[in-house]
């Protein structure tokens, strides 16, 4: 798509000559030839007033890619301490004491009069009363600023910079979020979000993984964290997401060490010393029921380690062990972050903790009785992994069975630490994956051979990835059945598309808006029926670095003009939806929770 001029900074403007008003920063805005309200961004929307329809036609959706989206012991499952109402405020109105009385005021403009409610609509007010909706980034994918104010390289610096990124791209700069927090939080205010996950950047705090504190570092988290709140916006901080410090691989092989687990619970207490009395929210690590795999068995992501045939081009490593051991370390740092902050910081800072992991859904292949138990297997592989320990102190009796003397043990004081270390769990759902069963005793070893499946992850890069809205009802189901039914954030849901199918800059993303409407659908349908879901946050708020596709695929709600030295934002579509959703607006059913969207 060709343009002239991108929509300011910290605006959800249209597109220059589209119909809808511009707002700047300065909240100043101008008329056009729709008939428009402005209403200040503290305030709902109610009755009749909605943002445009973005249903999309059948032939629009059909070309829109997409993706990027046990059997129980007897024992009875340990769920999580439950989450506590979702806010900051007291330290809110402890800002906005400081605050000086020319506190920007960022105004939305809406269309009105588009069509009235109908019975059967769905607002975000038909959610449970503290239902927290947002949006997120990690540190390393956003911020930039790689080499400056002394932040020293994560093992996803080194990746990139060997070369080793999609199309051999780096985060170094990014959305330059470092940079630009300011405009972000003003833009965040204007969506109307309740909260934005985040990372704090390990290399960034603590440059040699452990020991003196960068101040700098320690001053742009801080703040990141006061300018959330100053704008009403919770802050949920992940403490650990994928950049581990270059300096710790270096010394004692990272996850493969126990020394992880001592490293990894210093940072944490960092975080909740300096940040807990505004951070409500925390999670300890990020997706590690993935994070194994492509570091210590496919050998496609940071530190490169498996070995043959499962890896090319690895520094070295074992696909039949290491998996394994990098996970059990995760769960042992975990359940010792978890155990510092209920005994230490929870009883007076008062927030919540918890993990967040990869939630894939797997189906089988075929209707055969053998891909059948294969994808029933697999779940157990990918979810139980950790929710196994989480609830009921130990790795699920397929994994013991199958994978014997190579899945480490937990002693009964690990058990008892890890049984019910969480107040809620996150997870991260984009897709589902087809499941074959293979058969054949295969001599070599690794996590899907022990799994007794073909690889399903050869499907993310090499064909089409299914994406169907109904796959988070059957995860929130499977949780509920198996797990105790647990107190759950969709911490990541989204929707990539590629720049060579659109063109640099992209305002007109209808399939985006319709992708979150379907998908939000469901999780109120799963809500209806039993699930203890507690929030939603759109991946992502921005373009960013993406870890598997670098920049090939943009998931941002808000466009960034990569191509730009000032990373201009710009506000899609889907924006402007999800902040008149958020304001009362419709979900506008039905939403088609049977369509199955794809990225070939």
């Not at 650990?240 to 990894?264: A, C, K, N, T």
């Not at 960092?270 to 929210?281: E, S, Y």
């Not at 022990?450 to 109904?470: F, K, M, Y």
Request: net charge negative; glycine share 8%.
């Amino acid at each position: 798509m060709t343009t002239t001029t991108s929509a300011p900074l910290c605006s959800l403007a249209e597109p220059p000559g589209s119909s809808l008003v511009t707002l700047s920063s300065r909240g100043q805005h101008q008329r056009n030839d729709r008939t428009i309200r402005s209403v200040s961004s503290g305030r709902m929307i109610h009755g009749s007033t909605s943002v445009t329809s973005l249903k999309s036609s059948p032939t629009r959706a059909h070309q829109s890619p997409v993706i990027a989206t046990a059997r129980q012991e007897e024992q009875q499952p340990v769920v999580g301490r439950g989450m506590a109402p979702l806010s900051s405020s007291g330290v809110l109105r402890r800002l906005r004491a400081q605050a000086t009385p020319r506190l920007l005021t960022v105004l939305l403009a809406v269309v009105v009069g588009v069509a009235p409610r109908s019975a059967s609509a769905i607002t975000r007010r038909d959610f449970p009363e503290g239902f927290v909706f947002g949006a997120g980034s990690s540190a390393f994918q956003v911020e930039g600023a790689a080499a400056e104010d002394g932040r020293a390289p994560s093992i996803w610096d080194t990746f990139t910079h060997e070369g080793y990124s999609y199309d051999g791209s780096t985060a170094d700069v990014s959305a330059d979020q470092y940079h630009h927090y300011k405009e972000d939080v003003k833009l965040m205010h204007a969506m109307g979000l309740d909260a934005y996950r985040f990372s704090i950047a390990w290399p960034r705090l603590i440059p040699d993984g452990r020991g003196e504190i960068n101040a700098k570092g320690l001053e742009y988290y801080n703040n990141l964290v006061d300018e959330l709140i100053l704008h009403g916006i919770q802050p949920h901080a992940t403490i650990y997401h994928f950049d581990l410090p270059q300096v710790l691989q270096d010394e004692y092989g990272g996850l493969l060490s126990p020394r992880f687990i001592e490293d990894y619970t210093a940072f944490a207490e960092v975080c909740f010393k300096h940040f807990g009395d505004r951070v409500k929210h925390w999670v300890t690590l990020n997706e590690p029921n993935i994070e194994p795999i492509g570091s210590y068995d496919q050998g496609s992501q940071p530190p490169r380690r498996c070995s043959y045939p499962f890896g090319k081009n690895c520094t070295g490593g074992d696909s039949s062990t290491e998996p394994y051991i990098a996970a059990h370390h995760l769960l042992l740092a975990h359940a010792s972050a978890v155990s510092l902050y209920r005994n230490k910081y929870q009883p007076i800072q008062g927030g919540q903790i918890g993990i967040t992991l990869l939630g894939w859904w797997h189906e089988p292949a075929t209707n055969t009785s053998e891909d059948a138990a294969a994808a029933s297997r697999m779940n157990d592989f990918h979810i139980g992994w950790f929710m196994h320990p989480l609830v009921y102190g130990d790795y699920p009796p397929v994994m013991r069975s199958r994978v014997g003397d190579r899945l480490p043990r937990l002693s009964a004081e690990e058990s008892a630490r890890a049984r019910g270390s969480f107040d809620f769990v996150g997870f991260n759902h984009y897709l589902i994956l087809r499941v074959r069963s293979s058969a054949e005793e295969e001599e070599l070893k690794d996590y899907y051979v022990d799994a007794g499946v073909q690889n399903p992850l050869l499907a993310i890069t090499e064909g089409r990835v299914e994406s169907p809205p109904w796959a988070l009802g059957k995860l929130l189901e499977h949780l509920k059945v198996n797990y105790g039914n647990p107190p759950v954030v969709i911490h990541e849901n989204g929707l990539g598309d590629s720049p060579e199918s659109r063109g640099p800059i992209e305002y007109d993303d209808e399939y985006r808006s319709e992708f979150l409407q379907n998908y939000l659908e469901v999780l109120y349908q799963s809500i209806r029926n039993g699930s203890d879901a507690r929030g939603y946050f759109v991946w992502s708020f921005l373009d960013v670095f993406e870890f598997i596709f670098a920049y090939r695929l943009r998931f941002g709600l808000c466009g960034v003009d990569m191509r730009a030295a000032a990373r201009t934002r710009y506000a899609r579509s889907s924006a402007r939806w999800y902040a008149g959703f958020l304001r009362g607006g419709e979900l506008r059913p039905p939403a088609r929770s049977d369509r199955a969207y794809y990225v070939a």
